[in-house]
């Protein structure tokens, strides 16, 4: 997938394993709670990704935020580190 002129990003579903730490590092930005608590975190999960600053905000604005933002979403926790939607 092509974000910007040159930069590219493998599919979500190719790309699970690098993803999932991603995700739950920006969703956590949309939790009710102090997020900054976590910041460092946070901060370190995106900095271990194998993705550039630009990599990330496409990850943001367009896997993460379409999920967190909208009022139906439910979240199952099913153990440590597996948060789906559903």
């Known amino acids: ?16 394993t690098a993803r999932q730490p991603v995700w739950e590092a920006l969703s ?3 939790l009710d709670t102090d997020t900054s608590l976590s910041r460092q975190w946070r901060a370190d999960q995106l900095a271990r990704s194998p993705y550039s ?12 935020y379409p999920i967190v933002s909208t ?5 199952q926790v099913n153990g440590p580190g597996s948060i789906q939607s559903g």
Do not use: H, R, Y
């Open 1 to 16: 997938m092509t974000i910007g002129p040159m930069l590219s990003i493998k599919p979500a579903a190719e790309d699970l």
């Open 28 to 30: 956590d930005m949309f």
């Open 53 to 64: 600053i630009e990599q990330l905000e496409f990850i943001l604005i367009n896997e993460v």
């Open 71 to 75: 009022t139906s979403c439910q979240w």
